[in-house]
Structure formats: C-alpha cells, structure tokens
C-alpha cells in the first residue's frame, strides 16, 4: 500500500480524493505483481525511516571553506549546487531532488532555513546528506512504481 500511496499515476488520477476524501486502494489478485508492489513499498518505507544501507553512500559532497554556518541559502542548477553561504556548499544535488516537496515544503531548503545563523555540525551534514539521498532513492523508486502501478488496475 505505502507504493501505491508514492505512486505519481495514483496520486494524478486520484487527486481530487485525496485532498478531501479517503481515495480507493487497489489491489491485484496477480501474487507477482503484488509482491514486486511490497517490495518497492519497503524499500520507501527503509529510506524514509533513514534505515536503508543505501543512505551511507550519499549521493552528493559537503564541500568548501568555512564555519558551517547557514547564512543564505541559495540552489544553482548548472554546477548541482545548494549554497548555505558564500563559500560552503552541498555539491551533487539534482534539480528534482531540490525541488521535491512533502506536505507543500522543499525538503532540503526547508531543513538548512530552520538552521538559519546557526553552523552546522558534523551529524547535520551527514544528516542533510542521507536526506538528499533518501530523496534521490525516493524518486528513482517512484519511476519504478510507476512502471508497473497501471497492471495493478487491470482487472
């Protein structure tokens, strides 16, 4: 079920229901498909709880001199960058993994601007890391769902 719910198609075609209503879930009776559904689900479900192996090889690099400090938190596209001020970075995020929301938020904006004029410590950069992760896992496991989401309602 938590796969179906991270589907993009399922959260498309039932959007209106989900802002108001508690939407329809389907299910398959093909114990394949299923299984393969189950499989993708623990997957999110291990990221999001921040127990996946795959977040200790982070996908991007805390890079450049200075404090630490979160001063002015700024994305530049081209070089893959998320700035926290003018000489420190998190190098190696990806549009879409700066741009995903949860509940209306950018997720890795969010976090660095509620650490606004404070530095951060070893464990919050290693924490940001493993989040950019998660999200990078994330989409990439949404594109797998999405593959298979429209056999799950074929009768």
Do not use: C
């Amino acid at each position: 079920m938590y796969a179906v719910l991270y589907s993009d198609t399922y959260r498309s075609k039932y959007a209106e229901f989900l802002k108001s209503d508690f939407p329809r879930v389907p299910f398959t009776k093909n114990y394949k498909l299923f299984s393969a559904m189950g499989k993708l689900g623990q997957e999110l479900v291990e990221l999001h709880l921040m127990k996946s192996s795959e977040l200790n090889r982070p996908m991007a690099k805390f890079q450049g001199p200075g404090d630490n400090r979160v001063k002015q938190v700024r994305y530049d596209e081209k070089p893959k960058r998320v700035y926290l001020n003018d000489t420190q970075y998190f190098e190696g995020i990806e549009k879409p993994v700066w741009e995903y929301q949860i509940g209306g938020y950018q997720v890795l904006d969010k976090y660095l601007k509620s650490h606004k004029d404070r530095a951060l410590s070893g464990d919050e950069i290693k924490h940001y890391l493993k989040i950019a992760t998660a999200i990078q896992r994330t989409i990439e496991t949404q594109k797998k769902i999405d593959k298979i989401y429209p056999d799950i309602e074929k009768p």
